[in-house]
T-cell receptor
Framework: AQSVTQLGSHVSVSEGALVLLRCNYSSSVPPYLFWYVQYPNQGLQLLLKYTSAATLVKGINGFEAEFKKSETSFHLTKPSAHMSDAAEYFCAVSRMGGYNKLIFGAGTRLAVHP | KAGVTQTPRYLIKTRGQQVTLSCSPISGHRSVSWYQQTPGQGLQFLFEYFSETQRNKGNFPGRFSGRQFSNSRSEMNVSTLELGDSALYLC?????????????????FGEGSRLTVL
């Protein structure tokens, strides 16, 4: 079975500070991993995805994530936070080669302070 | 290219009623999935359709059902509504039905239909 754990339901940073959102996964098969962002009253937007190619994945809006198999982690980072990054972030896992079913983490709400 | 369109965006129902939500996928996308989002349970997979066939189903009671039409548009229905069915229902579309070397399973989400059950 697959599962995702996001450490920290709320993270607060200052504008310009490093953003680090943690995600650990559990999967008995090689996974695909995703980070999605959700702004208020909107759907989910894909930030980046890991698909067994490069372990360091770059996404939109300056975000990146590193797949670490030994740590079963896929943490999301951004060097310098912007006010517009305030949103809820979801880590998700799906199974390679299987039908489409994303397992989501509980989400991390990011607040950015001036 | 238009995104995933969901209608209605907001609706209010009372317990015992039923509701139908509609989803139009991105043009050319033949796979449509539905997710329920609630503060308590988070994002949970409901079901996926491809070529008018349900390919995968989450752990929801039989009151939750769906279908897909030949033009890939999808509807989901919830009968005998309960208070706990209040949620944001998200539809997502994908290019292909099966994942493989050229398909990562990337989903494109609509803005959702927010259902309130009173």
């Amino acid at each position: 079975a697959q599962s995702v754990t996001q450490l920290g339901s709320h993270v607060s940073v200052s504008e310009g500070a490093l953003v680090l959102l943690r995600c650990n996964y559990s999967s008995s098969v090689p996974p695909y991993l995703f980070w999605y962002v959700q702004y208020p009253n909107q759907g989910l937007q894909l930030l980046l995805k890991y698909t067994s190619a490069a372990t360091l994945v770059k996404g939109i809006n300056g975000f990146e994530a590193e797949f670490k198999k030994s740590e079963t982690s896929f943490h999301l980072t951004k060097p310098s936070a912007h006010m517009s990054d305030a949103a809820e972030y979801f880590c998700a896992v799906s199974r390679m080669g299987g039908y489409n079913k994303l397992i989501f983490g509980a989400g991390t709400r990011l607040a950015v302070h001036p | 290219k238009a995104g995933v369109t969901q209608t209605p965006r907001y609706l209010i129902k009372t317990r015992g009623q039923q509701v139908t939500l509609s989803c139009s996928p991105i043009s050319g996308h033949r796979s449509v999935s539905w997710y329920q989002q609630t503060p308590g349970q988070g994002l949970q997979f409901l079901f996926e359709y491809f070529s008018e066939t349900q390919r995968n189903k989450g752990n929801f009671p039989g009151r939750f059902s769906g279908r897909q039409f030949s033009n890939s548009r999808s509807e989901m229905n919830v009968s005998t509504l309960e208070l706990g069915d209040s949620a944001l229902y998200l539809c997502a579309s994908r290019l292909h039905g099966e994942q493989g070397a050229g398909n990562t399973g990337e989903l494109f989400f609509g803005e959702g239909s927010r259902l309130t059950v009173l």
